[in-house]
């Protein structure tokens, strides 16, 4: 582990997790065999299955639960609150108390293109893939293909195994 990573006492790592440098994670849980890539965040309460990649870049918050083999393009970004503001009524900074954290679930073997960002309150399916700089802002159904701003679903995912023509 480098000496450049900010890592907390109280992060649940699993076996043989790779960490890149300049990482930030605190109060989180991450799975075994899970790799995460550099310049990522990863905040309490968080949850990241076995076996999924992490790329560089990317911002995990408070109440994002990530299910096994999930992959996770660079600078991808996750939301929490449904009503961000910097200011209570009274005027004084918010705390945690002023707010409630939205849960998001990214299901089993679901894959986020670079860029994306993956608003709260909502969870997308298993296998799902979510096309690079797409902003999701309601449920993605398992095995969808789903792009754009905001993101559509494009088709789904055949989930025969078609043999190819090649090296016959």
Known sequence: M???????????????VRLSNFINLY???????????AFVEIQKNAVIGKRCKISSHTFICEGVV?????????????????????IARDGSLQTEAHWKVERTV???????????????????G??????????????????AIVAGNPARILRYIDQKVVKSNVNR
Do not use: Q, W
């Open 126 to 143: 298993e296998n799902a893939i979510v096309g690079a700089g797409s902003v999701v802002t309601k449920d993605v159904p398992a095995n």
């Open 2 to 16: 480098s000496a450049d990573n900010a890592i907390s006492e109280d992060v649940k790592l699993g076996a043989n």
């Open 106 to 124: 990214i299901r089993k073997g679901a894959s986020l293109g670079s860029g994306a960002t993956i608003l709260c309150n909502l969870s997308i």
């Open 66 to 86: 990530i299910e096994d083999n999930v992959f996770i393009g660079h600078g991808v970004t996750f939301t929490n609150d449904m009503y961000p503001r910097a």
């Open 27 to 37: 109060g989180c849980e991450v799975g075994d065999d899970t790799k995460i890539g």
